[in-house]
């Protein structure tokens, strides 16, 4: 099992900057892809940006330009930088990990963390 703690939400103004961070934990696994998600209220839930093991990164269209994902794979940690913020990046947001366990068996699973709240308002 792989367990997410993520970090760094808040209250912001408008045109302001958060960063966001999530911390993952277990034992002998791996992480593929790994992502941050938001659900603002009254809305489905949406993948906000997406970073693969090798870097390779994805970006809703609502975000680029102002957002930026990264990973440390040695710390296992996932960042997401927020530039810009209006209050339309208001909603929750959540870390999530597709990862492997390589034991006596491979599992492969999916982690959420708790969700942090961002609002962004003046």
């Known amino acids: 099992q792989v367990q997410l703690v993520e970090s760094g939400g808040g209250r912001v103004r408008p045109g302001g900057s958060l960063r966001l961070s999530c911390a993952a934990s277990?034992?002998?696994?791996?992480?593929?892809?790994f992502n941050w998600h938001r659900r603002a209220p009254g809305k489905e839930r949406e993948m906000v940006a997406g970073?693969?093991?090798?870097?390779?990164?994805t970006y809703a269209d609502s975000v680029k330009g102002r957002f930026t994902i990264s990973r440390d794979n040695a710390k296992n940690t996932l960042t997401l930088q927020m530039n810009s913020l209006s209050p339309e990046d208001t909603a929750v947001y959540y870390c999530?990990?597709?990862?492997?366990?390589?034991?006596?068996?491979?599992?492969?699973?999916?982690?959420w963390g708790q969700g942090t709240q961002v609002t962004v308002s003046s």
């Open positions: 277990g034992s002998r696994f791996t992480i593929n892809a």
């Open positions: 999530e990990a597709d990862y492997i366990v390589a034991g006596d068996e491979v599992v492969v699973g999916r982690a």
């Open positions: 970073v693969t093991r090798d870097g390779r990164t």
